[in-house]
Nanobody, 126 residues
Framework: QVQLVESGGGLVRAGGSLRLSCAASGLSFNYHSMAWFRQAPGKEREFVSAINRSGGRTLYVDSVKGRFTISRDNAKNTVYLQMNSLRPEDTAVYYC???????????????????WGQGTQVTVSS
């Protein structure tokens, strides 16, 4: 059974940092591209960032470029999202997702991803 378990969320002041982790099990992690999405209250789930299987290619939505960094450790079956210079508008539940494909695209539909975690809350106060 595939499991994606996010951790690292919390409450932080604007300008602060958080590092999210997503530990994967039950799948061949090396064969899956990974992504982070987020969903704010009353809004649709939106793409944040993606990383290909080797970690050699990454994509970011414009609103987080230069502030967020996605990375992965295939030996630990874990993907990370380092979030710096956080803003109140970054407040959302952050979800980890996996898909069995090398290709990654900017702002893909959620249906493009096969597996999802349960989410971790990130709250940024002003």
């Amino acid at each position: 059974q595939v499991q994606l378990v996010e951790s690292g969320g919390g409450l932080v002041r604007a300008g602060g940092s958080l590092r999210l982790s997503c530990a994967a099990s039950g799948l061949s992690f090396n064969y899956h591209s990974m992504a982070w999405f987020r969903q704010a209250p009353g809004k649709e789930r939106e793409f944040v960032s993606a990383i290909n299987r080797s970690g050699g290619r990454t994509l970011y939505v414009d609103s987080v470029k230069g502030r967020f960094t996605i990375s992965r450790d295939n030996a630990k079956n874990t993907v990370y999202l380092q979030m710096n210079s956080l803003r109140p508008e970054d407040t959302a539940v952050y979800y980890c997702a996996a898909k069995l494909s090398e290709a990654i695209f900017i702002e893909p539909p959620t249906a493009a991803y096969d597996y999802w975690g349960q989410g971790t809350q990130v709250t940024v106060s002003s």
